[in-house]
């Protein structure tokens, strides 16, 4: 999309200066806006057209029946539906009774811009009424990342030559019909009408609606109050009824006069308090909003983005596309996590209903790495949802036979949603994930509050799944046998690299955490002698290796499958998964995404260089990235190894994976994890960071395309910023006490006011590696014409 003359790049936001229809559900996952509470999707202030209504409340769902021709012991027996709640987006224009529709009269301009340093959606409109009559329309709209149960819309009518007579109907509609389900199994599943109304009331310019679902059995309150500002005369009305409440607004404007209204909308939801309980809540989360002010919500969300991007802007130079492609990338992470608070992080974030509002192992695997160093709250408050679910973890691992803790693949509250086995409940790696996640926040944030509370009682349960998973075999080796790794396109593999890197540090870390606090193990029954047994396991995790051929395979017996025909495959055969059976896809030597190559990243300390260059070499051959989790963790390799060039072609991919659409489905939502992603392909690509042990570490290079990369990040209190060049890397603490990193080896100590810059060694030269035919990335670098 954003190759087209409509989205110009600029640095610090989205425009679109132009309205086509074909491609408006896309936009309005893209423009979408949301604090990790509430989820606005960027449909038009009048309603209609839309590509796909959307309103989110994080973790509001409803069941649904998970249908199986053969069902079997442990399958899960529903299903989880993020569900459209109460509309309050919503605000109609009669100009002298012509409703403003986008699709008739004469859209003389239509702009919208998102602005990711201020927070907000512009909307700007000039049209003609088939009449001939000509209105300006302006909206600028806001979730709240201050006041998480709040969003609010600015709205004004003004008449350009001629006098007009206008109508606003300001709305909350609940149960919106959904657009029509597609064949592709990442879109949502369809709800009908899922909200039953409990209670609804209006007085003055205020409007309460509150639902509840007939499954989940959740409640939810939605309200809306106002501030009309119009010449005299104006006139208001509000009416409500079991799905919709309605403030009508009725005003005569003379040539060049406004009508402003600023609508204050706020939600709430629980599994457990009362309606009046409800109710009330979302009652003083819209009085708080409305006291505050319009300008009070700007001035505040304002505030907390600055702060936001003092701690985590990335600067390229040499690249305007991608630069504000980054940015886009942060703003959603950031959007999908800030204000959560113990809910989970959805892989389509609060932006649509793509895989069901589902979150999977990339939130930990792929978001939280950006949020521990950017916003390490959000990230802590991610983690303590996992811990909240852990009583469900548990019974998982006891229906399986298993000890400790048994995460889902796919959840929205907890429960194992995916009715795939070999695909969800065999992918046991998410909770070494989840785990991993914990590690590296405490490393980097060292919060003993959290360790205590929540960190290890994560790395205890998750160390005593592996220990009932894995066995010793009669070579002494600790194997972890019929499980599926990253790669969807492989199952029910035995000693998946991967997973068994990823649990021995989960072992050893729960190793470590009982003897840091034997007290608090000892209320989980956990001891030293159980450490041990821990420490052995990791000890003597099996790690395959093919020496024949002198790479890793990714589980055990992989390299000796036939490779798959990629000459015979044609482009629109992929995704492998809408048109081969998987029974053939796990036969074959072809890989969805990265997972051997992702062990080479995250757990990159186990691995030589020389073995990271054969390895990456050879699965770059068999990746076809069916999958948006692949293209960021080849770049961040294909950097490591020397291919900074290819590397860039990756960054790229992952940074536009929504902004162009590249997996055809950014209408469901965009793609949370890529887009974290695109921040670690510039961190960990380009600028080499790793905190293998908790230590940072560096080895910066870039492509020929960069001329400069600069990121800040936060670590142990301190504020760290890295600047890298082709020629050196400079290291300049912001804020806290000295600290000591590694550059390309060498351990500098850096003070605030006193920055290090070190050279930069060439990259070894290697030739370069292929791809499968027709999946090669699009060429950014060296190769590609400047954008």
Not at 656 to 666: G, S
Not at 763 to 773: E, G, L, T
Request: some cysteine; aromatic content about 8%.
């Amino acid at each position: 999309m954003i190759t087209h003359v409509s989205f110009p790049v600029e640095p610090w936001s989205l425009r679109e200066t132009e309205l086509d229809l074909d491609v408006l559900a896309q936009t309005e996952s893209v423009f979408a806006l949301a604090n990790g509470h509430i989820g606005l999707r960027a449909n038009l202030d009048e309603g209609e057209p839309s590509g796909l209504p959307g309103t989110y409340l994080n973790s509001f769902y409803e069941l649904r029946p998970l249908p199986y021709a053969e069902a079997g012991f442990g399958y899960p027996e529903s299903g989880q539906t993020v569900v459209n709640v109460t509309n309050g987006k919503v605000i109609r224009l009669l100009v002298d009774d012509e409703p403003f529709d986008v699709r008739y009269g004469k859209l003389v301009q239509h702009e919208r811009l998102l602005d990711f340093r201020a927070g907000v959606l512009h909307r700007n409109v000039e049209w003609v009424s088939p009449a001939g009559t000509p209105v300006r329309v302006r909206s600028t709209r806001l979730v709240s990342l201050v006041q998480r149960s709040a969003a609010a819309v600015l709205y004004e009518v003004e008449a350009v030559d001629t006098p007009l007579r206008i109508v606003v109907q300001s709305e909350l509609i609940a149960n919106e019909p959904d657009a029509a389900r597609s064949g592709d199994p990442r879109a949502a599943a369809i709800l009908e009408s899922p909200l039953q109304s409990e209670d609804f009331s209006h007085s003055g310019t205020r409007v309460v609606l509150v639902h509840s679902t007939r499954g989940s059995k959740l409640r939810m309150a939605a309200s809306m109050d106002h501030v009309v500002e119009g010449p005299a005369g104006t006139e208001t009305y509000a009416e409500s009824t079991a799905d919709v409440g309605r403030l009508t607004v009725a005003a005569d404007l003379a040539a060049g006069e406004r009508l402003r209204i600023v609508k204050f909308i706020a939600y709430g939801w629980s599994s457990q308090r009362s309606l009046p309980a409800v109710r009330d809540q979302v009652v003083a989360a819209l009085t708080e909003a409305r006291h505050t002010g319009w300008e009070g919500l700007l001035s505040g969300q304002r505030a907390y983005l600055d702060q936001f991007w003092e701690n985590a802007d990335v600067e390229l130079e040499g690249d305007t596309e991608l630069q504000q492609a980054v940015r886009f990338a942060l703003f959603h992470t950031l959007q999908a996590g800030a204000r959560a608070e113990q809910r989970a992080i959805a892989a389509k974030g609060l932006t649509g209903n793509g895989y069901d509002g589902h979150t999977f192992w990339d939130t930990e695997r792929f978001v939280l790495p950006v949020l521990t160093y950017t916003a390490p709250d959000a990230a802590a408050d991610a983690l303590r949802w996992r811990h909240s679910t852990l009583e469900l973890a548990l019974e998982r691992a006891r229906q399986l036979g298993l000890g400790g803790a048994a995460f889902p693949w796919r959840t929205i509250r907890g429960q194992e949603c995916s009715s795939y086995w070999p695909a969800g409940t065999a992918a046991f790696h998410i909770s070494a994930d989840i785990a991993d996640a914990v590690v590296q926040y405490q490393a980097a944030v060292e919060d003993d509050e959290f360790e205590r509370e929540v960190g290890i009682e994560l790395l205890v349960q998750t160390a005593r799944l592996w220990i009932s998973l894995g066995h010793h075999d009669a070579r002494v080796g600790f194997r972890i046998d019929g499980v599926t790794g990253p790669d969807e396109y492989s199952a029910i593999a035995d000693n998946n690299v991967y997973t068994n890197l990823l649990a021995q540090r989960n072992l050893a870390a729960a190793a470590d955490s009982v003897a840091r606090h034997p007290d608090r193990a000892g209320e989980l029954g956990a001891d030293l002698d159980e450490a041990a047994s821990w420490r052995d396991a990791a000890k003597d995790m099996v790690v395959p290796w093919d020496g024949e051929l002198g790479v890793h395979p990714q589980s055990e017996g992989f390299t000796k499958h036939e490779i798959w025909d990629f000459e015979a495959t044609t482009a629109d055969e992929y995704p492998l998964l809408l048109h081969f059976p998987y029974f053939d896809l796990y036969r074959k030597q072809v890989v969805k995404q990265a997972d051997l190559v992702l062990a080479l990243h995250v757990c990159g300390d186990a691995f030589s260089d020389e073995e990271k260059a054969s390895d990456f070499e050879y699965y770059e051959a068999l990746t076809v990235r069916d999958s948006s989790l692949s293209a960021c963790t080849q770049a961040v390799v294909a950097a490591e190894v020397g291919h900074l060039e290819l590397a860039y072609d990756y960054f790229g991919e992952a940074a536009l994976i929504d902004l162009h659409d590249l997996a055809h489905n950014t209408r469901d939502g965009v793609h949370i994890a890529s887009l974290a992603g695109a921040w670690l392909a510039a961190v960990a690509g380009f600028g080499g960071m790793r905190d293998h042990g908790g230590l940072l570490t560096f080895i910066p290079r870039l492509p020929a395309r960069l001329n400069r990369l600069a990121f800040r990040l936060l670590f142990r209190g301190r504020r760290l910023m890295v600047e890298v060049t082709k020629a050196s890397a400079k290291y300049t603490l912001l804020e806290g006490a000295p600290l000591d990193v590694r550059h390309h080896g060498a351990t500098i100590t850096v003070s605030k006011g006193e920055p290090v810059t070190q050279a930069i060694p060439p990259a070894v030269a290697r030739p370069a590696p292929s791809q499968p035919r027709g999946r090669a990335p699009a060429p950014r670098g060296a190769r590609a014409r400047p954008s």
